[in-house]
């Protein structure tokens, strides 16, 4: 077996923590998304999706799991920003990411290209490394199985003009890309509960990523006030 199997072996059926905060978060600190990802791994999670060279360095020095590693940078003129250009690929790439997720949606990247055009040389340039494409539709997904990509994420469902609305976690687009393609298919966005958790793995899911309602308290406290003052 080699090492991208026993990666893909560590995480199926198993929960993968997203541990990220952005610049205007509170929690926003490499150190303390390396302890984030601490709790998390004694929690019993499999893997981490991280966002950043800084964050995935300081991780790497607390826990020993698979991550999947992005960076978001936005650009003018481009909705897309979750590792949209080559050169976030490299930098993931040279720090040893495990697993690089892409933003894997239709629309025109920063560069000006598709997804379609872009991947293609990016799978040929690193045939070993793991990529994982961050979908919102179904066609989407598709598309990215026939581009060579290794697991296909419902990341984006929801956050897309196409998709804006969409109630959350979507187990309709889950149970269809399940259905129809031969990569492994990550459920990702919106699941807030374990009965949620459990379902997606009920639909077949090969793995799932939980972020906000595990790492972000901000977010967490707001829920719970919403229900106080209702």
């Not at 933003?103 to 690193?126: C, H, K, Q, V, W």
């Not at 598309?143 to 419902?154: K, N, S, Y």
């Amino acid at each position: 077996m080699n090492t991208d199997h026993k990666i893909l072996s560590e995480i199926q059926h198993n929960l993968i923590v997203s541990c990220q905060a952005l610049p205007e978060e509170p929690l926003h600190s490499p150190f303390i998304m390396g302890r984030m990802a601490y709790a998390a791994y004694l929690g019993g999670a499999a893997g981490i999706r991280a966002n950043s060279v800084d964050d995935i360095r300081e991780i790497k020095k607390n826990v020993n799991l698979p991550i999947i590693g992005i960076i978001k940078q936005v650009y003018a003129g481009s909705d897309v920003f979750i590792t949209p250009t080559l050169k976030e690929v490299e930098a993931l790439r040279n720090e040893g990411v495990d697993i690089i997720a892409m933003d894997a949606t239709n629309r025109i990247r920063p560069d000006g290209t598709t997804i379609s055009e872009l991947f293609p040389r990016i799978r040929e340039m690193y045939q070993d490394q793991l990529f994982m494409a961050d979908c919102s539709t179904y066609e989407e997904g598709i598309l990215a199985e026939d581009l060579g990509f290794d697991l296909v994420g419902t990341t984006l469902s929801g956050y897309t003009k196409a998709t804006k609305g969409k109630p959350l976690p979507d187990f309709e687009l889950v149970e269809r890309l399940v259905a129809r393609l031969s990569v492994p298919v990550i459920s990702e966005g919106g699941i807030s509960t374990p009965e949620q958790l459990k379902k997606m793995y009920d639909l077949g899911v090969y793995s799932a990523v939980v972020g906000s309602a595990i790492t972000r308290p901000m977010e967490i406290t707001q829920r719970f006030m919403k229900a106080v003052r209702e």
